[in-house]
């Protein structure tokens, strides 16, 4: 509850224009912890740092405000700019999208603009080798983003598109179960959003639960999981379950925020886990900064100290 109230005031203090208008002057230097630069190839400059040590990437343009049918189809050529560019530099591209971005819930030429988007960008990343993750959404988004999701593994094979689950939702746990034909390869997440108390748990302890409920039937049922969360206590868990069940290292991984438990993420590394970083870069880098700083009051001291030390 109190997170929940903390998370409320950073975001409602965050969306004043005057507090954008001062951190955007000012704040580039402290949003670097979190964002990896505001073009390609500083973002690929990411991956390759990471790379070198034995921490895997996944890229996310940020974009917030993305209107019209034209923006989004921008918003997806830049995508597939980052994809050549990625190719271009040998590295196998590994990206992220909302399907809010490219154009999910627009109707054009009698499609939803979003689904003929991602086949866009889930063609390229197979041809390439790589991989589509849709993040999820507020709740409003999900049944769509799933059925999008089943059409995409449909025709591209499921090697090379996912998605993400939020255990703060009531609904997640059987989400999960009417995926498991699909063999999915999912992200876990507790979920990003301020949801209302009629879909989602509002006690932490309840949504930490269905983390670990949710985690460890995806890995039972012999799916690729991706387990993001920077929480040590189920990290720990998670580890503990996957030897006891005799589960191959191969069969999951680790996900963590880029900037975020990095001593975790290259420990985790170093003890064999596979890891990745989710990178994300891009000019409209203020609204994913907010919430990383309402996520935690250290990241938002962290702020605070810097703005007084500049
Ligand atoms: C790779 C990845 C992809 C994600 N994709 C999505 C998505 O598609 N949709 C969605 O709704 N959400 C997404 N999220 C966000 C997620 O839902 C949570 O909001 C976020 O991960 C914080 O929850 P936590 O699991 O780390 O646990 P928490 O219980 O919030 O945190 C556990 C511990 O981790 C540390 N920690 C957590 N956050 C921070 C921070 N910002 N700074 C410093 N320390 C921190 C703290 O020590 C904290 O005590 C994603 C998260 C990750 C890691």
């Not at 271009?88 to 499609?111: N, R």
Request: net charge neutral; glycine share 8%; proline share 3%.
């Amino acid at each position: 509850m109190i997170d929940q109230l903390y998370r409320k005031a950073v975001l409602t203090v965050a969306e004043r224009k005057s507090v954008e208008n001062l951190i955007r002057a000012r704040g580039w230097g402290l949003a670097q912890r979190f964002v990896a630069g505001e073009n390609i190839p500083s973002a690929l400059k990411a991956v390759k740092e990471l790379q070198a040590e034995g921490i895997l990437s996944n890229l996310d343009l940020l974009g917030e405000f993305i209107e019209s049918p034209e923006q989004c189809n921008q918003f997806a050529q830049n995508v597939l700019d980052l994809l050549d560019a990625a190719n271009a530099e040998g590295i196998v591209p590994y990206v992220s999208i909302k399907l809010s971005s490219v154009g999910q819930g627009k109707t054009v030429g009698g499609e939803d603009l979003g689904l003929t988007n991602a086949r866009r960008i889930v063609g390229k990343a197979r041809q390439y080798g790589g991989f589509v993750c849709l993040d999820m959404e507020d709740h409003p988004r999900v049944d769509q983003t799933l059925a999008q999701f089943r059409q995409l593994v449909g025709e591209f094979g499921g090697e090379h598109v996912g998605t993400v689950l939020q255990s703060y939702l009531f609904r997640t746990e059987a989400d999960r179960d009417s995926l498991d034909d699909l063999r999915p390869n999912l992200r876990i997440v507790k979920g990003a959003y301020l949801e209302p108390e009629t879909v989602a748990f509002k006690d932490k302890a309840d949504v930490d639960a269905a983390y670990r409920r949710l985690v460890y039937a995806h890995l039972k049922a012999g799916n690729y999981t991706n387990v993001a969360t920077h929480d040590e206590s189920i990290i720990n868990d998670v580890k503990h379950f996957v030897l006891a069940h005799g589960i191959s290292r191969d069969a999951f991984e680790f996900q963590m925020l880029y900037g975020i438990r990095r001593d975790l993420q290259k420990s985790l590394a170093q003890e064999g886990y596979r890891v990745r970083a989710y990178i994300p870069y891009g000019r409209d880098w203020y609204a994913y900064f907010s919430r990383r700083i309402a996520e935690t009051p250290r990241n938002a001291m962290f702020v605070v100290r810097g703005m007084l030390k500049g």
